[in-house]
């Protein structure tokens, strides 16, 4: 299967800008996304960048793709304690008739006050 | 709308009981899936289906069996429960659309003892 790998924790300051790094291996890609989990809950869509541009810039946060390396990130600005949360990146699978995702394995963004 | 719904909340079984996991979504979504997450390995994809009638196997499909009901629901059955199925189990579906997006339940905690 596919691997998509992040790191697994990663603590920040209240006020600070975090990154979330991912690598992917499906260069065929159509989409890839970031997808945010709260304790207890479900999965909900952050953002998602096409598999053509480079930056996807939406309010505090900036997805950077570098296809070359099959590199995402994902930077949050100005982090808030309500961020603290695990976040998952993921690619689009194309070779079925459903939109199938192979996701990493999340990062756990603790926000210290 | 309720979005997707996803029943029980929590359920204990012991090894080799059966049970069914339902899943229901009222936004009219032709592709639902079944994930399951695990510490740090992130969302697996058990089984998917594409569209009504159809049903396809994901990355780790061995244990399950599912039902494509009707378009609105899609179950998910442990016939002979063992502890490795010990896991929280999400359903998933997606629209039709531009970027794919899936949209998650809150989940199914489910020990097996």
């Known amino acids: 299967g596919e691997d998509v790998e992040q790191s697994l924790f990663l603590s920040v300051r209240e006020g600070d800008s975090s990154v979330i790094n991912c690598t992917y291996t499906?260069?065929?890609?159509?989409?890839l996304y970031w997808y945010k989990q709260e304790p207890g809950a479900g999965l909900q869509l952050l953002t998602y960048?096409?598999?053509?541009?480079d930056m996807k810039q939406d309010q505090r946060l900036t997805v950077l793709l570098n296809k070359k390396d099959k590199h995402l990130s994902l930077r949050i600005a100005d982090t808030q304690t309500g961020d603290s949360a695990i976040y998952f990146c993921a690619e689009s699978m194309r070779e079925t008739g459903a939109n199938n995702l192979f996701f990493g394995t999340g990062t756990r963004l603790t926000v210290i006050p | 709308n309720a979005g997707v719904t996803q029943t029980p909340k929590f359920q204990v079984l012991k090894t080799g009981q059966s049970m069914t996991l339902q899943c229901a979504q009222d936004m009219n979504h032709n592709s639902m899936y079944w994930y399951r997450q695990d510490p740090g390995m992130g969302l697996r994809l058990i089984y998917y289906s594409a569209s009504e009638g159809t049903t396809d196997k994901g990355e780790v499909p061995n244990g399950y069996n599912v039902s494509r009901l009707n378009k609105r629901e899609f179950s998910l059955r442990l016939e002979s429960a063992a502890p490795s199925q010990t896991s929280v189990y999400f359903c998933?579906?997606?629209?039709?659309?531009?970027?794919?997006?899936?949209?998650f339940g809150p989940g199914t905690r489910l020990t097996v003892l």
């Open positions: 499906d260069s065929s890609s159509t989409y």
């Open positions: 998933a579906s997606t629209r039709p659309g531009s970027y794919n997006e899936q949209f």
């Open positions: 960048i096409f598999s053509n541009m």
